[in-house]
C-alpha cells in the first residue's frame, strides 16, 4: 500500500509554536503528516480544504487558535462553518466526513497537538486509502493560431456582421461591463486570443444564449464561447471560476471510479423508490449545493428532487435512483473542462445502463440539456430516453382528473435558460404554470425566449456586473406587482437568493422563491 | 377479449345527446364491440325524429350473455347524457344502483338517485383535438374505462372500423383521450377513497 498522505494545515500564530516545540524535541509525528503553515484557519475556504482532497490527500487536519485567541477575530468560527460544510460534502461524495478535522491548539500545549496528530493519523489508517485517483494532466501546449481558426470555421463566426445586435441585448453588456459578443469575435478574428480582455470577455459571457437568439446570422456565440474556454483550460490557463473554484473541483473529483457516492442517503423516508423500474430519477446536484450554501443562504435546493419524487409517487411511478449518482458534467463543459466532462458522462451513462433503464427523468433543466443534447453531441451514445419532469406531469396531468388547490400568491416566473433559450421550450412551464390556481399570474418585461439570466452560469465570473444584473432582473419581478418568484432551475434560485442578501437594497428586492416543481407538489390535488 | 368482463353480464344502457352528436354511432360502436369482438348479445333501438334537428334523441342498447327478449330500456344500468335535454327526459329513468355519465359541460345535475356519478369535458377535450364532432368518441372511451361493460380492444377495433375512412388514427386518439381519462378519473376516486388526496407524507 502506498504510503498515507495528511495535510496539516498549521496556523501561523498559536499553534504553531507547539508544533515547533514537538519538532525540536524530536517527538514522534507520524511521517505522513506534511504541514503547510497558514496565516489563519478562516482564510481557508471550502475550496482550498477540497481541493487538498481532489488532488489525493487521504486526510486534512485544520490546525488553528482556540476561540477568542484568534489574532483576527472571526478566523476561528469561519473555520468552523469551512469545515463543517466540507464535511457535509465529503460525507455526500462516500469519501466521508471524519477525513477532515479542525482543531484548536495553544501555543504551550504540545502534547496535545501531538496526542491529537497520532489520533488522526490512525482514524486516517482506519478508513484507508483516498479513492479519488484523478489522471495527472498533460503538460500543456501553446494556443495555436490554427485550434482557435478550427473553432472560428467550425462556429461559423466569420458569419458575424458586426452589426451589434448582439451587444444591444447582452445582458452583461446592459449591466454596464465594458463587454461585447461581437467585439470579442472580432479581435479573436483578428488573431488577439491572448490580449486579456479578451481572455476576460470570454470568462465574462454568461452563455445565456440571448446574442444567439437575436444574431440575423445566426452565430452561435455561446457554443463558440464554450470551446473557447476549452482552448484556454487546455492551454494551462486558469478561469473565473467563482466560489475558489469549488464547485469544478468537486466535480472533477467525482471523476474517480472507485468513489462510492451516497447521494441520496439524506431522502425522506416516506419516498417509494424501486430499484427494477425502467424509470430512473436523475436528480442533480441540490444536494451539494444545499451543503455548501448551508450557512450562508439557507438554501433549500433538495427540496426540488423530494418534490419530484413525491410528484412521480402521487402519479404511481415509483423510479430508481442511483446511489452512485454522479454530476451530469454541465458546469465542467460551460468552463472548458472537456475532458473530465467526458469521464463524468461516461461514467454516468454506464451506471444508467447498468441499472436497465429505458427513461431518465429529471428535474433539472441543466441535466436535461446536458443528457438529451450535451453527451450526444460530445460523442456519449444514449440507449434510454431523456425526459423533463415538467414533460411527465403534463402528459399525466392532461389525462385528466387531476386538478390544483388555490395559492394565495401572485406568481411571476424566472425562465431558465437552459430550458427556455437553448433547448427552445418556453412554453413547457408556462402550461403548467396556467394549471395552477394563484390569485394571479404576471409575466416579467422579459420573458420567455428573451427573459434575462439569473446572472451566473457554470460557477464561473461572478462579480458586480451580473449582480447589477440580477438586481435588474428582481426588480423586473417586483414591477409585476407579484409575490412570489416561480424559478425552474436550482441555480437560478441561488444566485437571486444570493441578490436578495443586499444590505443596502434591503427589502426592495426581496420576494419569496418557489421553485415550479414545489409548486406543483404542493398544490396538485386529484379530483 | 371478453376475459375481463365482469360474468353474468346484462346491461342495458341508454346514451342521449343532441342529434347530431353521433349518438346512434356511439351505440352502435358499443353493440357491435359487445356482440362481434366480446361475443356477447346485443340489441340497439334508436329513437330520432324531430330531435334529430336539435332536439334530444337517443340510442337504447342492450348487451348481454344471454338471449334478449326485449330490445327497449326503460331502467339504465348505465346513462350517458351529452345533452341537458337528455338528462331531463332520462335522468329519473335511471336505476337505484346505475351509473350516470355526463359530459361536465353541457350537463348539469341538480338531483338524482343513482349509485354513481362520472363527468368528462368531452366535447371539450374533442373541440382540443380539432374536431368537436368526436365528442362521441371521447365519451365512448371515457365509458370503456369507467364501466368496463365492453372490453377495450373490442371498442377500439369496432371504433376504427366504423369512423370514416381516414379519420381513423384521430378518432383513435380521441378515444385514447377519453379513456385515459375515464382511467385517471377511477384512480383519482381510489386515491381519495384511501384519504390521499395530494402529495407525499
Given at each position: ?132 485517483s484523478i489522471p495527472p494532466r498533460e503538460a500543456p501546449p501553446a494556443v495555436t493560431r490554427e485550434m482557435v481558426s478550427q473553432l472560428l470555421t467550425t462556429h461559423d463566426i466569420y458569419a458575424c456582421q458586426d452589426c451589434g445586435k448582439c451587444s444591444s ?289 457554470a460557477w464561473t465570473g461572478c462579480d458586480s456586473y451580473t449582480k447589477t444584473l440580477q438586481v435588474k432582473r428582481l426588480r423586473q419581478a417586483r414591477e409585476t406587482g407579484s409575490n412570489m418568484l416561480v424559478t425552474a432551475c436550482p441555480k437560478c434560485q ?34 | ?78 346513462l350517458v347524457c351529452m345533452s341537458q335535454g337528455g338528462f331531463d327526459k332520462y335522468g329519473a329513468s335511471i336505476k337505484a344502483d346505475g351509473t350516470l355519465i355526463l359530459d361536465q359541460d353541457l350537463v348539469k345535475v341538480e338531483e338524482v338517485k343513482c ?87
Open positions: 500500500m502506498d504510503k498515507l498522505k495528511i495535510v496539516l494545515f498549521m496556523c501561523n500564530w498559536g499553534p504553531h509554536a507547539a508544533y515547533q516545540a514537538l519538532q525540536d524535541s524530536g517527538a514522534d509525528i507520524p511521517a505522513e503528516v506534511r504541514m503547510i503553515r497558514i496565516p489563519c484557519t478562516g482564510r481557508m475556504s471550502k475550496a482550498l480544504l477540497f481541493r487538498a482532497f481532489e488532488m489525493g490527500a487521504d486526510g486534512v487536519a485544520l490546525v488553528g487558535c482556540e476561540p477568542g485567541t484568534c489574532r483576527y477575530g472571526s478566523g476561528t468560527a469561519v473555520a468552523e462553518g469551512n469545515v463543517e460544510d466540507t464535511r457535509g460534502i465529503l460525507d455526500l461524495l462516500g469519501l466521508g466526513g471524519d477525513r477532515l478535522r479542525l482543531a484548536m491548539f495553544l501555543p504551550e500545549e504540545s502534547q496535545p497537538l501531538l496526542a491529537f496528530l497520532q489520533d488522526f493519523y490512525k482514524v486516517i489508517e482506519t478508513i484507508g486509502k483516498s479513492p479519488v441585448a447582452c445582458p452583461v453588456t446592459l449591466a454596464g461591463k465594458p463587454f461585447s459578443p461581437r467585439a470579442m469575435a472580432n479581435a479573436i478574428i483578428g488573431g488577439s486570443v491572448a490580449a486579456p480582455e479578451v481572455v476576460n470577455d470570454v470568462w465574462s459571457c454568461l452563455t445565456c444564449g440571448l446574442c444567439y437568439d437575436r444574431c440575423p446570422s445566426a452565430v452561435d456565440f455561446p457554443d463558440f464561447i464554450r470551446d473557447m474556454r476549452h482552448i484556454q483550460k487546455v492551454c494551462g490557463r486558469t478561469g473565473h471560476e467563482a466560489h475558489g473554484g469549488f464547485f469544478q473541483s468537486l466535480m472533477r473529483t467525482m471523476t474517480s471510479p472507485d468513489l462510492k457516492i451516497r447521494h441520496w442517503q439524506w431522502l425522506p423516508e416516506d419516498i417509494q423508490t424501486d430499484p427494477q423500474s425502467k424509470t430512473l430519477f436523475f436528480g442533480g446536484c441540490a444536494p451539494y449545493f444545499d451543503t455548501y450554501f448551508k450557512s450562508h443562504l439557507g438554501v433549500q435546493t433538495s427540496g426540488i428532487l423530494v418534490d419530484s419524487l413525491r410528484l412521480l409517487n402521487f402519479f404511481d411511478i415509483y423510479p430508481a435512483i442511483l446511489s452512485g449518482e454522479r454530476c451530469c458534467g454541465h458546469d465542467l463543459l460551460w468552463s472548458g473542462d472537456q475532458e473530465n466532462f467526458r469521464r463524468l458522462a461516461q461514467l454516468n451513462v454506464e451506471a444508467i445502463e447498468a441499472a436497465g433503464v429505458e427513461e431518465v427523468v429529471t428535474a433539472c433543466p441543466e441535466c436535461y440539456r446536458t443528457l438529451s443534447h450535451d453527451y450526444p453531441e460530445q460523442g456519449i451514445e444514449l440507449k434510454f430516453k431523456v425526459t423533463h419532469i415538467y414533460d411527465l406531469a403534463e402528459r399525466e396531468i392532461d389525462k385528466g382528473a387531476i386538478g390544483f388547490e388555490k395559492l394565495d400568491r401572485n406568481l411571476t416566473f424566472q425562465d431558465p435558460c437552459r430550458l427556455s433559450r437553448l433547448e427552445g421550450r418556453p412554453d413547457l412551464p408556462r402550461k403548467l404554470l396556467h394549471r395552477l390556481q394563484p390569485e394571479s399570474f404576471t409575466e416579467m418585461k422579459d420573458r420567455g425566449i428573451s427573459a434575462l439570466c439569473c446572472g451566473n452560469c441561488i444566485h437571486l437568493r444570493c441578490a436578495m442578501e443586499d444590505p443596502f437594497l434591503g427589502d426592495e428586492i426581496k420576494m419569496e422563491i418557489m421553485d415550479l416543481t414545489t409548486v406543483l407538489a404542493k398544490t396538485i390535488r386529484w379530483e | 377479449m371478453s376475459s375481463t368482463l365482469p360474468s353474468n353480464l346484462h346491461k342495458e344502457i341508454l346514451i342521449t345527446g343532441f342529434g347530431g352528436q353521433g349518438i346512434v354511432l356511439a351505440g352502435q360502436i358499443v353493440g357491435k364491440a359487445s356482440s362481434l369482438l366480446d361475443h356477447n348479445e346485443s340489441t340497439l333501438t334508436q329513437s330520432y325524429g324531430p330531435e334529430s334537428r336539435g332536439g334530444y334523441c337517443s340510442a337504447q342498447v342492450i348487451i348481454s350473455e344471454k338471449t334478449i327478449h326485449y330490445p327497449y330500456v326503460r331502467h339504465p344500468d348505465i349509485g354513481d356519478i362520472f363527468a368528462i369535458p368531452a366535447t371539450r377535450i374533442a373541440e382540443e383535438l380539432g374536431r368537436k364532432m368526436m365528442a362521441n368518441i371521447v365519451m365512448l372511451g371515457f365509458f370503456t374505462a369507467i364501466t368496463g361493460a365492453v372490453s377495450l380492444e373490442a371498442t377500439r377495433a369496432t371504433v376504427a372500423d366504423s369512423v370514416p375512412k381516414g379519420t381513423e388514427a384521430l378518432n383513435l386518439s380521441a378515444f385514447n383521450k377519453g379513456y385515459d381519462f375515464g382511467l385517471a378519473t377511477l384512480k383519482g376516486r381510489r386515491k381519495k377513497a384511501a384519504g390521499k388526496k395530494g402529495v407525499g407524507a
